[in-house]
C-alpha cells in the first residue's frame, strides 16, 4: 500500500506561486499515473494536473499554461508549480496515484486508488 504526504501549501498573494510536493512511501511509483486534484470549501474535489509514467502530462483548463506537474521517480516524488495563482486556486490540494498509466490519462477521481490528507492552498485578493 503506498503512503502519500503533500507538503508546500500556505497562504500567498494573487499573482504568486507555489510549488507543491508529494512525496509516495511503500512502494515504487514509477509505474503509476501521479495526479493532483482540489477541493475548495462547499464544491466537489476536481482534477487538476496529472503526469503518466512515461511523463505525458494532462492539465484542466482553469490551470492549463499557469502549473506545470512534474515528477522524479528516483525521490518517488511528484511535485506541482503553481504560477499566477487567484484566489479561485484556494482550495485543499490532494496528491493521487492511478494504476492506470496506458494511452488515457486518467482525470476522473474514482481511477485513482492512493490519496494523500492534503495541503491548504489559501491565495489573498
Known amino acids: 500500500q503506498v503512503q502519500l504526504v503533500e507538503s508546500g501549501g500556505g497562504l500567498v498573494q494573487t499573482g504568486g506561486s507555489l510549488r507543491l510536493s508529494c512525496a509516495a512511501s511503500?512502494?515504487?511509483?514509477?509505474?503509476?499515473?501521479m495526479g493532483w486534484f482540489r477541493q475548495a470549501p462547499g464544491k466537489e474535489r476536481e482534477f487538476v494536473a496529472a503526469?503518466?509514467?512515461?511523463?505525458?502530462?494532462r492539465y484542466a483548463d482553469a490551470v492549463k499554461g499557469r502549473f506545470t506537474i512534474s515528477r522524479d521517480n528516483a525521490k518517488n516524488t511528484c511535485y506541482l508549480q503553481m504560477n499566477s495563482l487567484t484566489p479561485e486556486d484556494t482550495a485543499v490540494y490532494y496528491c493521487a496515484v492511478s494504476p492506470l498509466s496506458g494511452a488515457v490519462t486518467p482525470t476522473t477521481r474514482s481511477l485513482y486508488t492512493g490519496w494523500g490528507q492534503g495541503t491548504q492552498v489559501t491565495v489573498s485578493s
Open positions: 511503500g512502494r515504487t511509483v514509477s509505474s503509476y499515473t
Open positions: 503526469i503518466r509514467s512515461g511523463g505525458s502530462t
